[in-house]
């Protein structure tokens, strides 16, 4: 039992407080994993725009005069070739690009918006939801999510449908790794050292979709190459 204070405040109480106020601090492995998926994923788009560079219409740099204008050119065909691409590709690679950046956008999102409401009571149309006694935490919508739209995906015989229903199927990873540390701890930890294990989790889980993007680049060069 929490013992009281003399205000009648119990120690419990004033602990809770004082773990959700506190920052959580980012550790070695931390720091260590996020440099990990920044770099796959800057990897990702760095390896496209050199692809598109090498072999589109803008001018090598040891061909150019103005290398900053080069470069500039070939981001901008690079982003005509993604949006062909996103057209024109299988739908699994489809897929997966929407499954990735749905479940990044979430989660950066979450964390936004968590942090803000951390000293306010709503933040536009985003509030902490309460029901009764109880806290509804987002993983739960997160869950139910990616439930039902996963289950619609295999349920489903259009390939073209899977595209789309990975789109709130990354939204309820992100909402869910969001809060994981809480489903481990079985506690609400989110502001405490243990909700770090939260943000680990969604880095590792954007290094592998980094990794696999990757994985599919060189893969396809491979097979330009080969085959």
């Known amino acids: 039992m929490a013992r009281p204070r003399p205000d009648g405040v119990s120690v419990g109480v004033v602990a809770l407080i004082r773990r959700r106020r506190s920052g959580l601090r980012a550790d070695r492995t931390t720091l260590a994993l996020g440099g990990v998926a920044t770099a796959l994923a800057g990897a990702v788009i ?12 803008a001018p090598l740099p040891a061909e150019s005069d103005e290398p900053l204008l080069a470069a500039a050119e070939a981001v901008a065909e690079t982003a005509t070739v993604a949006t062909r691409g996103y057209r024109d590709v299988p739908a699994r690679e489809n897929a997966l690009f929407n499954l990735f950046t749905s479940f990044v956008t979430t989660f950066i999102t979450v964390r936004a918006v968590t942090t803000l409401l951390r000293d306010r009571r709503s933040v536009g149309p985003f509030r902490n939801v309460i029901l009764g006694r109880r806290h509804i935490h987002h993983y739960v919508p997160g869950i139910l999510l990616t439930f039902l739209s996963g289950s619609a995906a295999i349920a489903t015989l259009r390939e073209g449908l899977e595209s789309w229903l990975a789109i709130p199927f990354g939204a309820g990873m992100g909402l869910t790794l969001d809060e994981s540390a809480l489903l481990l701890e079985l506690d609400d930890v989110y502001w405490s050292e243990e909700g770090i294990v939260s943000v680990q989790i969604a880095l590792v ?7 696999v993007a990757l994985a599919g680049r060189f893969l396809r060069r491979g097979e330009e190459l080969t085959l």
């Open 205 to 211: 889980a954007t290094a592998m979709l980094s990794s």
């Open 46 to 57: 760095a390896g496209e725009v050199a692809r598109v560079w090498r072999r589109g219409s």
